[in-house]
T-cell receptor
Framework: AQKITQTQPGMFVQEKEAVTLDCTYD???????LFWYKQPSSGEMIFLIY????DEQNATEGRYSLNFQKARKSANLVISASQLGDSAMYFC?????????????WGAGTKLIIKP | DSGVTQTPKHLITATGQRVTLRCSPR?????VYWYQQSLDQGLQFLIQ???????AKGNILERFSAQQFPDLHSELNLSSLELGDSALYFC?????????????FGPGTRLTVL
């Protein structure tokens, strides 16, 4: 079974609209972390936001927020007021077993295109 | 700019050859991770070092090896290269080796095996 599922291979969104990128995860661990990264066409991987499984508040970083629904095992990324520069691949990743397992498990990504 | 540097940016080589990819972590970061991003496999964790010692191993082939030096820079050695090794190789670093630590990625090395 896929550990991280991103169901939207691609999305087109009008500039200035809000965007929600879906991510569901599968783990039996109580302690885990969820990350979102952005990969523009230039190739670098840019960290956006982090949510720990024990964090009670949804994480926010500027225009980025994470809609964390633990019971549903979903960690959707919300981008408010989208900009042309938001066009990129977006990856959701999970780290399980915080004390001993350090690798990130990655989703397949969502390609977001912002239309002017 | 994440503060993680990787060299070279691009590498073109032939099958059967050996190459070395280099990574310098952010200042103060003790942990280094290597990832491979290919079109058919997506992003795959290869290996992690923490303060010079191997900490975790992922889907790293036996033809690949890595090390972290006393100055904390790391090298990934790929040998007996095959066409399927063509990929973008990322190095990432984090402050410690805790699960909540954010990994910051370098710009990557694009390897093309002809």
């Amino acid at each position: 079974a896929q550990k991280i599922t991103q169901t939207q291979p691609g999305m087109f969104v009008q500039e200035k609209e809000a965007v929600t990128l879906d991510c569901t995860y599968d783990t039996s661990d109580q302690s885990y972390g969820l990350f979102w990264y952005k990969q523009p066409s230039s190739g670098e991987m840019i960290f956006l936001i982090y949510q720990g499984s024990y964090d009670e508040q949804n994480a926010t970083e500027g225009r980025y927020s994470l809609n964390f629904q633990k019971a549903r095992k979903s960690a959707n990324l919300v981008i408010s007021a989208s900009q042309l520069g938001d066009s990129a691949m977006y990856f959701c990743a999970m780290r399980e077993g915080m004390d001993s397992n350090y690798q990130l498990i990655w989703g397949a990504g969502t390609k977001l295109i912002i239309k002017p | 700019d994440s503060g993680v540097t990787q060299t070279p940016k691009h590498l073109i080589t032939a099958t059967g050859q050996r190459v070395t990819l280099r990574c310098s972590p952010r200042s103060g970061d003790l942990s280094v991770y290597w990832y491979q991003q290919s079109l058919d496999q997506g992003l795959q964790f290869l290996i992690q070092y923490y303060n010079g010692e191997e900490r975790a191993k992922g889907n790293i082939l036996e033809r690949f090896s890595a090390q972290q030096f006393p100055d904390l820079h790391s090298e990934l050695n790929l040998s007996s290269l095959e066409l399927g090794d063509s990929a973008l190789y990322f190095c990432a670093s984090s402050t410690r080796a805790r699960g909540s630590d954010t990994q910051y990625f370098g710009p990557g090395t694009r390897l093309t095996v002809l």
